[in-house]
């Protein structure tokens, strides 16, 4: 399970940042969402993507290869 908490940019503009754990149990974030459900919806998949083992860490996904 995760959190999603709302903030502002320095434009004003009113956004969504999403909070899980990842498997290693280390915090992990996303931001920029423009609804709520959308960032509870994204940490919907990441808790589904942990459960059946295809979950893809954040910075793993950069590599270049």
């Known amino acids: 399970m995760g959190s999603v908490y709302a903030y502002e940019t320095a434009a004003g503009k009113n956004l969504w940042r999403a909070v899980w754990r990842d ?3 280390q915090q ?3 931001r920029g969402f423009t609804t709520k459900k959308a960032a ?3 940490i919907a998949r990441q808790t589904v993507s942990k459960a059946d083992g295809t979950y ?5 996904a950069r590599v270049t290869v």
């Open 28 to 30: 992990t974030s996303k």
């Open 56 to 60: 893809i860490a954040p910075a793993a």
């Open 40 to 42: 509870e919806e994204h």
């Open 23 to 25: 498997p290693l149990n």
